[in-house]
Nanobody, 121 residues
Framework: QVQLQESGPGLVKPSQTLSLTCTVSGSSITTNPHYWSWIRQPPGKGLEWIGFIDGSGTTYYIPSLKRRTSISRDTSKNQFTLQLSSVTPEDTAVYFC?????????????WGQGTQVAVSS
């Protein structure tokens, strides 16, 4: 059973870097073809896909966030990490980590519970 769990600070100050970790069990983050994504949902808005890292370590970020985003991984811990720099209050959201389906689809199928992050001074 694939399980994902987000962890990280719930409050970040403006201009700082938001850093979240996703701990995975039941699936190896180095297996292809699997896609490990970060998604967020700002208050009162829909889901926004941030980007992914695949089993080979290749990353993709959506253009609007690419300049500020980095997704990396620690294969020894079976974890992958999101870093979002120069945050503003507009980055306040529930952040989810997710994996695509067992058939290798990119679209998230297995989801973590999500973690609330507020950007405020």
């Amino acid at each position: 059973q694939v399980q994902l769990q987000e962890s990280g600070p719930g409050l970040v100050k403006p201009s700082q870097t938001l850093s979240l970790t996703c701990t995975v069990s039941g699936s190896s983050i180095t297996t292809n073809p699997h896609y490990w994504s970060w998604i967020r949902q700002p208050p009162g808005k829909g889901l926004e896909w941030i980007g992914f890292i695949d089993g080979s370590g290749t990353t993709y970020y959506i253009p609007s966030l690419k300049r500020r985003t980095s997704i990396s991984r620690d294969t020894s811990k079976n974890q992958f990490t999101l870093q979002l720099s120069s945050v503003t209050p507009e980055d306040t959201a529930v952040y989810f980590c997710a994996r695509g389906s067992d058939y290798g689809h990119i679209l998230p199928f297995y989801w973590g519970q999500g973690t609330q992050v507020a950007v405020s001074s």
